[in-house]
T-cell receptor, first 113, second 114 residues
């Protein structure tokens, strides 16, 4: 059964460094999402992406964040200059056109020291 | 505003039924979902219900929706130890400016005792 994959599973970085989190959505899906879950808190929506552009973003998704679909399979989240409070589990999700189910990857745990 | 609330913890004995409850505030939500998260794993979609339905059954899972009270529940029949996990309720919005983003509750930890 096709699934969303994410790499790396765990990323440790120093404050101020740039990180890129990678996702490979399910191949025939056209809608892509990033969410994050700070330890002990709710899963929060960051951004949705469709047709090579951001379709919706939350207040959390400020200028430090960007997303890209650099080729036909990868979907990336870049954090330009990481802060301690960016430490969280980051989930990628994807959805087919016309469907209502979002399928999630296993997540990347980002630790900013 | 958009808000989803769940109780944090539920403990049941193996073989009993589990009922996990969720309330939401925004009546314009279009779909409501239940996701399961096992330790160290991602979010697994269990089931979802369209907001104009009041019940959906899928094997051991029954979803009940009371739209008037904005209350959603997930019943797991014959709960097994493998059902131990965190269960998340979520709502989504589809419209001209909404692309189906999910708003999650804080998750209910289900503990199943043998």
């Amino acid at each position: 059964e096709p699934e969303v994959t994410q790499t790396p599973s765990h990323q440790v970085t120093q404050m101020g460094q740039e990180v890129i989190l990678r996702c490979v959505p399910i191949s025939n899906h056209l809608y892509f999402y990033w969410y994050r879950q700070i330890l002990g808190q709710k899963v929060e929506f960051l951004v949705s992406f469709y047709n090579n552009e951001i379709s919706e973003k939350s207040e959390i998704f400020d200028d430090q964040f960007s997303v890209e679909r650099p080729d036909g399979s990868n979907f990336t989240l870049k954090i330009r200059s990481t802060k301690l409070e960016d430490s969280a589990m980051y989930f990628c999700a994807s959805k087919k056109q016309g469907a209502y189910e979002q399928y999630f990857g296993p997540g990347t745990r980002l630790t900013v020291t | 505003g958009e808000d989803v609330e769940q109780s944090l913890f539920l403990s049941v004995r193996e073989g009993d039924s589990s009922v996990i409850n969720c309330t939401y505030t925004d009546s314009s939500s279009t779909y409501l979902y239940w996701y399961k998260q096992e330790p160290g794993a991602g979010l697994q979609l269990l089931t979802y219900i369209f907001s104009n339905m009041d019940m959906k059954q899928d094997q051991r899972l029954t979803v009940l929706l009371n739209k008037k009270d904005k209350h959603l529940s997930l019943r797991i029949a014959d709960t097994q130890t493998g059902d131990s996990a965190i269960y998340f309720c979520a709502e989504s919005f589809y419209g001209s400016s909404n692309t189906g983003k999910l708003i999650f509750g804080q998750g209910t930890t289900l503990q199943v005792k043998p």
